[in-house]
């Protein structure tokens, strides 16, 4: 065939005039301007220099540097910076060495949690296959895949992986594994009819898709897309352009550091104003009063205790299958409100099940799911026994020989698990066999195969034939698989349950297949016949007056894991909502049966389609099951929640689950059956593939976020109290109780030794049956603020008020000094028995004895605090005095008040909730 002109140009995607999958193949080739003998190796080449490689364009992730400087974005971070510059260049090296450690410890944690570079993209590039069969020159080549160009016809066998997008010329028993792509959990049987302009991406039989998977059959096609003008390419640009989302931890923590730095730049510049202007303090004196006062304020620990409670948060998590990714996801999942999940593999197993077998008088409930041969066969309750089936259901038993025999898969235990070769409906029918006692290898052997023909979507079915006795001349027995219409309708009798054939009853088959299709199974028939010899199998003819043994409904079912987790989901206040590229009848099954609710309807993609964000937004928050959703539904599913002001986690698996998993606050990809495009997207991938495992994270989220707050209302107080303690020494014209390098200390040292215990703090009992912390809500509560001002004053009566008392005493100053320190160090460890249960009460027997890192925190901070005070190189460098034991029971007996006093303050606060 002459080739065309080279000024005339073959249709691409973006130039194309109507959509490929409403083409027939023959439009297809003429618009890309190629017979279907292929093309030449010269245009071929044209043709790759004007598209380019079939190769995804990868953008590099940030590199180390970037990363680094990421962790200074931070408004504390930036003051505490700010601190060691002012600190270094008065003169005190020690309190900035300190305080640019913190600061360092707090980049190297995050550092090293984040240190993953994005490889979404890289990870869509890899599911490309390396290698095609094309026809070059009218002969078949083995190309790179790289090297395709659109106009090239490819051949596809079983195995095979998609190297671009194709449009089916011929199709011989073809199905394609598109669960990564679409969502769907069973794969596609293609064809080459033309379908719908709006039709869904799973159902256009007659396309092929980069990285899909062929599971059956053959089939040649010819290119209409490749690298980035694929369904993979539009998904990894959609990846592309969606912008990280803020999580509400880091939104808080900015707030907050945003209010410290108001409220410190604040107060230090009226002090500096009032000691100099009103009275008349020398400029430099104020100038390092003021210095005092913003190290005092500074919480100089807190961010590298809240990158420490995270990471420990972290390891938690990872003992229960949830690998962190990103550190500020570790709290998002305790605030999420909404848990947006893919159905297959996420919610249900990923392998297909036969949940029924419909026999002419009776219906046989097989419990159990997935490949493994584990569940028992129920009929009205009664347990049949496998060993007694030839005389409780003689019918069961030869519709289970016949799903062993007509079948092409293989089922194997590997590891503990069982794995499937093969197609996973015909892997789903030796489960069946296997359940009613059969050994699917066994049975083969002793009823070896003599034909066959193989399932084609032209015939619907599948047949073989096996030798009905030693001798040839006596037949061949014949058993059929195929779609319950087409099976129906070459059969003229039924098996009854005792084994013997009469009439069939074809409005009762009718029935019970409508009834299967509503609960969302997928339903198959089961026959059997005699033929004389296996020549009819090529002819097809005798192929009728069949008896029917009976259908198999199949469904790919629920976890049982994920049925408990999603009661415990909403138990907690949180709204589990289905998106997936299933159709919509299987969804709404599924979902019922997670307990989702009843008569669910779905909402599926072509409305999506028809909506517009305000009324997406109204019908998101009211629906709990999407179906024949496309990548961009997921993705504008998640941006209609998150507008209403959910805080969103996303679970998935599938490449086509990608881009919203990425725009969710928290992403939940598989690490078992998950893509790795999926894992990269995602900023948590759970080990073990099972929903029950977010609800444990959910757990330990809230957990986080629990120790974090009371993290925050033990160290602000004891930064508070310092604080009043300087403003009202300079307000009242007295001495400074504390030092600038004294209270560095305490923040440094026991504030942090102290603070650190909370990180480890358990779960509380109660954790999991409150509602989700609404999105908005501050770290800084009312309720913490009121907690923060009490004991911040409580710290300034207990520091000035022992600093006071020693000088009226005739105590040296820096003795006096000596003693506010030692009390507001008391006050720090008695607080902290406190602050492990912010309502509850402490005195308890758990709460006064602590836990084991409780004690050891007390212990460490003890013999710090007696090298403080009576080590002479510490008095040296804190200057220092020595303290009579007298004098240090006092500042104990202190501590101890603070604590009584914050119990009754508990008490009445529960005493007026009571009320």
């Not at 999926?678 to 976020?705: C, M, P």
């Not at 009043?724 to 026991?750: D, F, T, Y």
Request: hydrophobic share 50%.
């Amino acid at each position: 065939m002459p080739q065309p002109p080279t000024s005339t140009r073959p249709e691409t995607p973006s130039t194309a005039a109507a959509p490929w999958h409403t083409r027939t193949s023959q439009q297809a080739l003429d618009g890309l301007q190629v017979s279907a003998q292929g093309l030449s190796s010269q245009e071929a080449a044209d043709r790759l220099k004007q598209h380019g490689p079939n190769r995804m364009e990868v953008t590099e992730g940030s590199g180390l540097w970037r990363r680094v400087l990421a962790q200074f974005n931070n408004l504390l971070i930036m003051v505490l910076l700010a601190a060691v510059v002012v600190t270094a260049l008065i003169g005190h090296t020690l309190d900035a060495a300190v305080i640019l450690a913190v600061v360092l410890l707090n980049v190297f944690i995050g550092v090293l949690q984040e240190g993953k570079a994005e490889k979404a993209l890289q990870a869509i590039r890899h599911l490309l296959a390396p290698h095609a069969m094309v026809l070059r020159d009218g002969r078949l080549h083995e190309i790179d895949a790289a090297d395709l160009v659109p106009g090239d016809v490819v051949q596809v066998a079983s195995g095979d992986s998609l190297p671009a997008d194709l449009r089916w010329m011929q199709v011989n028993n073809l199905r394609v594994d598109e669960s990564a792509l679409t969502g769907e959990s069973m794969p596609v049987e293609k064809a080459l009819a033309p379908v719908e302009p709006g039709a869904a991406l799973g159902d256009r039989l007659c396309m092929g898709y980069a990285g899909t998977l062929v599971t059956q059959g053959q089939a040649r096609g010819v290119v209409v897309a490749t690298a980035g003008g694929t369904e993979m390419g539009r998904i990894g640009r959609l990846l592309e352009s969606v912008e990280p989302v803020v999580t509400p931890l880091v939104r808080n923590m900015a707030q907050l550091a945003r209010w410290i730095t108001l409220a410190v730049v604040a107060a230090a510049t009226a002090l500096f104003a009032f000691g100099t202007l009103v009275r008349g303090m020398p400029a430099a004196e104020m100038f390092m009063t003021a210095v005092g006062l913003a190290v005092a304020a500074i919480p100089d620990g807190l961010p590298a205790i809240m990158s420490i409670t995270l990471a420990i948060g972290v390891q938690r998590m990872a003992a229960r299958h949830a690998v962190i990714r990103r550190l500020p996801a570790v709290e998002t999942l305790g605030s999420v409100t909404v848990i947006c999940s893919d159905k297959t593999g996420t919610l249900t197993r990923n392998e297909m099940t036969v949940q029924q077998v419909v026999l002419a008088n009776r219906v046989i409930d097989i419990e159990g799911a997935g490949y493994a041969p584990e569940g028992a066969l129920r009929s009205n309750g009664h347990h049949l026994q496998p060993a007694e089936l030839f005389r409780e259901a003689p019918a069961l038993l030869a519709l289970a020989e016949a799903a062993a025999l007509c079948n092409d898969a293989s089922l194997h235990l590997e590891g503990g698990q069982w794995q499937l070769v093969g197609d996973p409906t015909e892997g789903a029918l030796l489960t069946l066999a296997m359940k009613a006692g059969i050994d699917p290898v066994e049975l083969a052997r002793e009823r070896p195969r003599t034909g066959a023909i193989p399932f084609e979507s032209e015939h619907r079915y599948m047949a073989t034939a096996h030798a009905a006795a030693a001798d040839a001349s006596a037949g061949h027995n014949l058993l059929l698989k195929g779609a319950p219409e087409r099976v129906l309708g070459m059969c003229s009798r039924q098996c009854r349950d005792g084994g013997e054939p009469v009439p069939l009853d074809e409005p009762y088959w009718q029935r019970a297949i409508d009834e299967q299709a509503r609960a969302g199974r997928r339903v198959l028939a089961l026959a059997q016949g005699h033929i004389d010899a296996v020549s009819a199998l090529d002819s097809r003819s005798g192929l009728d007056g069949l008896t029917l043994l009976g259908l198999v409904a199949i469904i790919d079912p629920p976890r049982q894991e994920a049925i408990e987790a999603v009661a415990q989901c909403r138990a907690a206040g949180i709204r589990v909502k289905m998106i997936t590229g299933d159709h919509g009848v299987t969804a709404s099954a599924i979902a019922t049966q997670l307990g989702m609710g009843n008569d669910l309807r779905a909402v599926t993609g072509p409305e999506i389609e028809a909506m517009d964000d305000t009324a997406l937004q109204q019908v998101v928050q009211d629906t709990d099951v999407f179906a024949r959703a496309s990548p961009e539904h997921k993705l504008r599913l998640v941006q209609a929640l998150q507008a209403r002001g959910e805080v969103v986690a996303m679970t998935g698996d599938g490449v086509n689950d990608a881009p919203a998993l990425k725009q969710a606050d928290v992403g939940v990809a598989m690490g078992r059956k998950g893509t790795e495009a999926a894992k990269q997207a995602g900023a948590i991938v759970l080990a073990d593939d099972n929903f029950a495992s977010i609800a444990h994270a959910v757990e330990e989220g809230r957990t986080v976020y629990d120790n974090l707050r009371k993290t925050v209302t033990f160290l602000l107080p004891i930064n508070g109290g310092e604080s009043m303690s300087l403003l009202a020494a300079v307000l009242l014209g007295l001495a400074m109780p504390i030092m600038p390098v004294q209270i560095l200390w305490v923040n440094m040292v026991s504030s942090v030794a102290l603070a650190m215990v909370l990180a480890f703090e358990p779960t509380e009992p109660d954790v999991m049956k409150r509602a989700p912390r609404p999105p908005g809500e501050a770290m800084l509560s009312a309720f913490v603020i009121w907690r923060i001002v009490l004991v911040s004053t409580l710290f300034t009566l207990g520091i000035f008020g022992m600093f006071q008392w020693s000088l009226s005493t005739g105590a040296p100053l820096e003795e006096a000094r000596t003693m506010a320190v030692n009390t507001l160090v008391a006050m720090e460890v008695f607080y902290l028995f406190s602050v492990r249960y912010l309502k509850a009460p402490s005195f308890t027997g758990a709460g006064v004895q602590g836990t084991p890192r409780v004690l050891l925190a007390m212990g460490v901070v003890v013999v710090l605090q007696a090298l403080f005070t009576y080590a002479p190189f510490m008095q040296s460098w804190f200057n220092t005095r020595a303290l009579h034991p007298a004098e240090v029971l006092l500042c104990a007996l202190v501590g101890m008040g603070v604590l009584v006093l914050l119990e009754l303050e508990k008490w009445v606060l529960r005493q007026r909730k009571v009320a």
